[in-house]
């Protein structure tokens, strides 16, 4: 962290100096630029007079400032309880904000240069707001910052910070004083400049990435006597193993697709990330999927030692209820076998590298313009919308919008439609909401516009289908740029009130779409029977997962596809957001890492 101010009450104590912060996820280091140099504001000049700008507040009566600085980040979503700075009219309530973490004392400066390197957790799914304020500490004894006098606040985002990776920020009043400032006008004085730093604290230390293909033999029958299974492999990393009557902690790291009807499953290659710290040992367990209740068919342990080491490897499937039960003379019978193939573990890359490095996410928005979305004239329309009462549709994407929109440099978008009538009288599945050739706008905002102009012009129509505007965000991810230079990923959200009818095409387009670099979110709008739809899902198969596997030759050899049910979530959008981006993070890294691309230099 920095500050600078362009004037003090004294002509030669002008000065310019820039300090750092780090930033961690989860308390755990998620990249490195430790190594970096860290750049410096101009130099101070020379000694003469120069004519003074308004004064920022000197709060001392007979020295300079000793300033100190807080960082607040506010809980997702607003309104969360928290330690809080007051804003004034307009700014969040005080219970938005909690600090995570404050500076050294500077003594008699009004241009600190501060050392300590405050951790901020980065959650990229959600939009996290971040404010820095500066006090000057006349009390050495006190550590609440209500005791200090206020030098000023500046807000930002961690998406921000996290993309720019150097951000300046004018200050504003803050707390109490920014009362006192609007009834004197003192907003209008220049109360300086913070500078801010981030880096990605530790590196990928304590992460590591785990390769391997998963398969099982003569596994139980759970689904009757004339049914088989449907199973699907969990592995969870043992935070603290079982001990004194205690059960085990763990947290799951990966989950497989479904094979449906199958006792001796082969499920695709698999690559996820664990700690690197802990015991070491991964819990492994096969279920068979169930529409009621999942039931456990048997677990193994397994270190990340035997699978940094060469060869094959086989497991025991054990289920507890039988183990309970064994004896000496009659040890528990496996509920099947499990083995592992290519198996490897190597540190891993993170999303947080890749973002430090430049990678740019894009981001293209497809919206349902069938006629089962209801006439927009009627206010049970999912399309009824207005600035007051937003429809559905716009809801979704700004929720979503809101988070990418930071790790977009040219923040060039691409609003598309499809199922719509054109007012020349054709349908179409993949047309412009600009009304022209170029589906391009700027920013979020340029969507929700570019939206709104459509429901003048496009009649609703139909069917629903995706695989024209699959295609086209595949051909438009695979422009994008992927060297030691330069990186993009697209995220393409489509937006759907409903089943779509071309499930073969489109399954045939998301295979296609694995090799780009691609990630398709399709949320459901609305209250329809969205269930055949999780057959896109990478989290299914068996029936025939275009995203990963199953039983057609239409398979995705990565999971690229989610899909989320947006009345699952209510009317809050951070966890709508939240939800829908939980697997991007991986996919990003998966797409990258799987090719052997590394973060650019600088991560």
């Not at 996290?128 to 500046?154: I, Y």
């Not at 590591?208 to 199973?231: E, I, M, Y």
């Not at 060297?483 to 045939?508: C, F, H, K, N, S």
């Not at 996919?587 to 590394?598: A, F, L, N, P």
Request: with cysteine; proline share 7%; net charge positive.
């Amino acid at each position: 962290f920095s500050s600078r101010r362009r004037h003090t009450r004294y002509w030669r104590d002008w000065s310019s100096d820039v300090c750092s912060s780090d930033l961690a996820a989860g308390g755990v280091p998620v990249g490195t630029m430790r190594d970096q140099p860290v750049p410096e504001l101009p130099p101070r000049p020379k000694r003469h007079r120069r004519t003074p700008a308004p004064p920022p507040p000197v709060c001392d009566v007979a020295s300079t400032s000793d300033p100190r600085k807080g960082a607040y980040a506010s809980a997702a979503p607003a309104r969360a309880s928290a330690v809080a700075v007051a804003h004034g009219a307009g700014a969040p309530a005080e219970a938005d904000w909690v600090e995570v973490g404050r500076t050294e004392r500077i003594a008699n400066t009004q241009s600190p240069r501060f050392a300590t390197r405050l951790d901020v957790p980065f959650h990229f799914e959600t939009v996290q707001r971040l404010r820095v304020r500066l006090v000057d500490v006349d009390d050495g004894k006190s550590a609440r910052l209500e005791d200090q006098d206020d030098l000023g606040a500046a807000e930002s985002t961690v998406g921000e910070l996290v993309s720019a990776r150097a951000l300046e920020l004018p200050l504003g009043p803050s707390g109490g004083l920014a009362a006192a400032a609007a009834k004197v006008g003192a907003k209008k004085k220049k109360w300086g400049i913070v500078s801010l730093l981030a880096h990605a604290g530790g590196g990928n230390e304590g992460k590591l990435r785990v390769r391997l293909t998963p398969s099982a033999t003569n596994l139980d029958k759970k689904d009757g006597p004339f049914g088989k299974s449907d199973p699907y492999l969990l592995v969870h990393r043992v935070v603290r193993p079982a001990a004194g009557g205690a059960k085990a902690v763990l947290s799951q790291v990966f989950k497989s697709l479904v094979i449906r009807n199958e006792l001796n499953p082969v499920w695709p290659a698999a690559m996820f990330t664990t700690d690197r710290g802990g015991p070491g040992d991964l819990q492994m367990e096969v279920w068979d999927r169930d529409r009621s209740r999942d039931s456990l068919i048997g677990a193994a342990s397994v270190s990340l030692n035997e699978l940094s080491s060469p060869g094959g490897k086989s497991y025991p499937l054990l289920h507890p209820s039988k183990v309970a039960k064994a004896t000496a003379k009659k040890p528990a019978k496996p509920s099947g076998h499990l083995h592992l193939a290519d198996t490897s573990v190597a540190a891993a890359p993170t999303l947080m590298q890749y973002l430090f490095g430049g990678l740019e996410l894009h981001f293209t928005v497809a919206i349902d313009f069938t006629a089962s979305n209801g006439d927009p004239s009627s206010p049970s329309s999912l399309h009824h919308d207005s600035p007051a009462a937003p429809s559905a549709y716009v809801n979704a994407l700004t929720s979503v919008g809101a988070v990418l929109e930071p790790y977009s440099r040219s923040h060039r978008y691409e609003a598309i439609g499809f199922g719509g009538q054109l007012p020349g009288g054709r349908v179409s599945h993949n047309f412009a909401l600009t009304g022209g050739a170029d589906a391009a706008v700027h920013g979020v905002g340029g969507i929700v516009a570019a939206y709104r102009t459509a429901l003048g012009g496009v009649s609703l129509a139909g069917p629903t289908n995706f695989a024209d505007v699959i295609r086209h965000a595949t051909a438009a991810a695979a422009a994008l740029a992927m060297a030691p230079t330069a990186q993009g990923y697209l995220v393409l959200l489509i937006l759907t009130d409903g089943v779509i009818t071309d499930m073969a095409e489109t399954r045939v387009a998301i295979a296609a779409a694995a090799a780009a670099p691609l990630s398709i979110i399709i949320l459901g709008v609305g209250a329809a029977d969205f269930s055949r739809m999780r057959e896109l899902d990478g989290d299914e198969a068996g029936g025939g997962s275009a995203s990963r596997g199953g039983g057609t030759a239409a398979a995705a050899p990565r999971d690229l596809v989610q899909f989320v049910p947006m009345n699952k979530f209510g009317s809050s959008p951070p966890a709508l957001a939240a939800a829908v981006l939980a697997e991007l993070s991986a996919q990003v890294v998966d797409y990258y890492s799987g090719r052997g691309v590394s973060p650019m230099r600088g991560a």
